[in-house]
């Protein structure tokens, strides 16, 4: 039998529409009957960051997301301070060490800001657990409930790659801002006249490093523990310049909702991006998450407007004529994409405009990837070298190619 697919309580909240998300994302229908990992879609990126209170205000400013809930020693929380982000369907938990003690403060130590769980909204935590440990996973956190005055979620949390974890939650008794905890709360910010309600709707995809040779374990941990099928590889000459390469396969839930790209490190002239990113981060880790919207372009003359910095492109990259023969028509003149710096890519199934921030913090790791699909399920295959091409100028600036 296929699942019919459904809008998540988050995406209906954001007042999204099924068919907009299906372009948003690329969802795709699926056999539900036999999952033994049904994974509703995301629940929260949780970050853990040197001053939780700046970021957060980073991201209400600067990227727009709304502030809706917090938690902190003003709430009994003394340990640290917490701050939940919407933008659309997307939750951003940006954590900051109170206690100098804290255990969140001796990862931020090791790996700078960067993403310590991908939580994950399922329908039945006691199944996915129990899966997950049959499967041979690491069960971090065995399941339990918590509850307040808005009703009560179940939990629980199985470790990945690195120091990341998966949270699995399901909310589905209750009706609070976040968890158990946490308090409403509202950004202090006044939006200008004219800005757009949001300047991105959805998480499409988040992308993991792992070091050499470890890219097919994690794979198949996807594979065995979560029920996630294979979705893409690109090895070789795909992903690969005259001097860095890397090997990447992405691995998503049925309905291709949730995505993770993994890539490895590859035997090259001078150090990749991937290498670069595990020597800094100290290890595996979450390098971009890529979120959706429906207006790349406006989206990107907001960013820019508000201090974010962009990898460039260069001009060679939309007057060669064989980009212009391969992508054919896109929705907006090439010329207004090549003066915003915009990626276009073409395959079967369509096409999609896709940009990559430079990394967000001090420590050349995580960055952010802006992607509006057009029919497209792809991750911009025809756009890998150019990509890397950019990233290796930024590496070689930093001294680190």
Same mark, same amino acid.
């Given at each position: 039998?296929?699942?019919?697919?459904?809008?998540? %309580?988050?995406?209906?909240?954001? $007042?999204?529409?099924?068919?907009?998300? @299906?372009?948003?994302?690329?969802?795709?229908?699926?056999?539900?009957?036999?999952?033994?990992?049904?994974?509703?879609?995301?629940?929260?990126?949780?970050?853990?960051?040197?001053?939780?209170?700046?970021?957060?205000?980073?991201?209400?400013?600067?990227?727009?997301?709304?502030?809706?809930?917090?938690?902190?020693?003003? +709430?009994?929380?003394?340990?640290? @301070?917490?701050?939940?982000?919407?933008? #659309?369907?997307?939750?951003?938990?940006?954590?900051?060490?109170?206690?100098?003690?804290?255990?969140?403060?001796?990862?931020?130590?090791?790996?700078?800001?960067?993403?310590?769980?991908?939580?994950? &909204?399922?329908?039945?935590?006691?199944?996915?657990?129990?899966?997950?440990?049959?499967?041979?996973?690491?069960?971090?956190?065995?399941?339990?409930?918590?509850?307040?005055?808005?009703?009560?979620?179940? +939990?629980?949390?199985?470790?990945?790659?690195? $120091? +990341?974890?998966?949270?699995?939650?399901?909310?589905?008794?209750?009706?609070?801002?976040?968890?158990? #905890?946490?308090? %409403?709360?509202?950004?202090?910010?006044?939006?200008?006249?004219?800005?757009? @309600?949001?300047?991105?709707?959805?998480?499409?995809?988040?992308?993991?490093?792992? &070091?050499?040779?470890?890219?097919?374990?994690?794979?198949?941990?996807?594979?065995?523990?979560?029920?996630?099928?294979?979705?893409?590889?690109?090895?070789?000459?795909?992903?690969?310049?005259?001097?860095?390469?890397?090997?990447?396969?992405?691995?998503?839930?049925?309905?291709?909702?949730?995505?993770? %790209?993994?890539?490895?490190?590859?035997?090259? !002239?001078?150090?990749?991006?991937?290498?670069?990113?595990?020597?800094?981060?100290?290890?595996? #880790?979450?390098?971009?998450?890529?979120?959706?919207?429906?207006?790349?372009?406006?989206?990107?003359?907001?960013?820019?407007?508000?201090?974010?910095?962009?990898?460039? +492109?260069?001009?060679?990259?939309?007057?060669?004529?064989?980009?212009?023969?391969?992508?054919?028509?896109?929705?907006?003149?090439? $010329? $207004?994409?090549?003066?915003?710096?915009?990626?276009?890519?073409?395959?079967?199934?369509?096409?999609?405009?896709?940009?990559?921030? @430079?990394?967000?913090?001090?420590? %050349?790791?995580?960055?952010?990837?802006?992607?509006?699909?057009?029919?497209?399920?792809?991750?911009?295959?025809?756009?890998? !070298?150019?990509?890397?091409?950019?990233?290796?100028?930024?590496?070689?600036?930093?001294?680190?190619?």
């Amino acid at each position: 039998m296929t699942d019919t697919l459904n809008l998540t %309580p988050d995406e209906r909240d954001a $007042e999204l529409d099924l068919n907009q998300l @299906k372009q948003l994302v690329g969802l795709v229908e699926y056999d539900a009957a036999t999952d033994r990992f049904p994974v509703t879609g995301w629940d929260a990126i949780v970050f853990d960051v040197g001053n939780a209170t700046m970021t957060a205000n980073y991201y209400q400013l600067v990227w727009g997301m709304d502030l809706v809930a917090y938690a902190g020693p003003e +709430t009994g929380q003394r340990d640290h @301070k917490s701050f939940v982000l919407k933008s #659309g369907s997307i939750r951003f938990v940006i954590n900051g060490a109170v206690d100098p003690d804290s255990v969140l403060a001796d990862h931020h130590r090791r790996h700078g800001d960067g993403v310590i769980d991908i939580a994950l &909204e399922v329908p039945d935590v006691d199944k996915c657990i129990e899966q997950a440990r049959r499967a041979g996973a690491t069960v971090l956190v065995e399941p339990h409930d918590a509850s307040d005055e808005h009703g009560t979620v179940r +939990t629980a949390a199985i470790a990945t790659y690195g $120091e +990341t974890r998966h949270t699995l939650v399901d909310r589905s008794r209750y009706d609070g801002p976040y968890l158990p #905890g946490y308090r %409403p709360a509202e950004s202090s910010r006044v939006r200008r006249p004219g800005e757009p @309600k949001r300047l991105f709707q959805a998480l499409d995809h988040i992308v993991g490093n792992v &070091e050499l040779g470890r890219m097919d374990e994690w794979v198949g941990f996807y594979n065995k523990v979560m029920g996630f099928v294979n979705m893409a590889e690109f090895v070789g000459d795909d992903i690969a310049t005259d001097y860095s390469a890397l090997m990447s396969k992405v691995v998503a839930n049925g309905n291709h909702r949730v995505k993770f %790209p993994l890539n490895e490190p590859a035997v090259s !002239k001078h150090k990749s991006q991937i290498d670069e990113y595990l020597e800094f981060y100290r290890g595996p #880790g979450a390098q971009h998450l890529a979120v959706a919207t429906n207006d790349i372009l406006a989206t990107v003359d907001a960013l820019r407007a508000n201090g974010v910095e962009f990898l460039d +492109t260069p001009d060679s990259y939309y007057e060669d004529p064989e980009l212009r023969a391969r992508i054919g028509e896109v929705r907006v003149p090439i $010329e $207004e994409l090549q003066s915003r710096g915009i990626l276009v890519d073409r395959d079967e199934d369509g096409y999609l405009l896709q940009i990559f921030t @430079k990394p967000l913090g001090d420590r %050349p790791t995580v960055f952010f990837e802006l992607i509006e699909r057009h029919g497209s399920l792809g991750f911009g295959k025809g756009n890998f !070298k150019a990509l890397f091409e950019a990233i290796e100028r930024e590496q070689e600036r930093r001294g680190n190619l």
